[in-house]
């Protein structure tokens, strides 16, 4: 299934901003669940992920410890709380149900803009 992300805009350097990842068909809570980013003329990547099972994160360098994955299990949704964004940070970002570029379903993503 493909996922819908939202949340995205345009945010100015050290702003915040929640991305939401929702499924219509999918129980989330049962699958990992990773957020990627492609920003322009550069390679997707995956930037943050949140296993299933135990719940265990994982964070791509590049974001540590300004970024935050976690579940709303009742909701079915996962999110991705950006704080201190960057202007590298702009890019477009989308979820899947993997946290492998290689087995991942892409939607539409949302775009995250930081400038000022």
């Known amino acids: 299934e493909q996922l819908v992300e939202s949340g995205g805009g345009l945010v100015q350097p050290g702003g915040s901003l929640r991305l939401s990842c929702a499924a219509s068909e999918t129980t989330l809570v049962w699958y990992t669940v990773g957020w990627f980013r492609q920003a322009p003329g550069k390679e997707r990547e995956v930037i943050s992920c949140?296993?299933?099972?135990?719940?265990?994160?994982y964070y791509a360098d590049s974001v540590k410890g300004r970024f935050t994955i976690s579940r709303d299990n009742i909701k079915n949704l996962v999110y991705l709380q950006m704080n201190s964004l960057k202007p590298e940070d702009t890019a477009v970002y989308y979820c899947?149900?993997?946290?492998?570029?290689?087995?991942?379903?892409w939607g539409q993503g949302t775009q995250v803009t930081v400038s000022s």
């Open positions: 899947a149900t993997s946290c492998l570029l290689d087995e991942a379903t």
């Open positions: 949140i296993s299933g099972s135990l719940g265990s994160t």
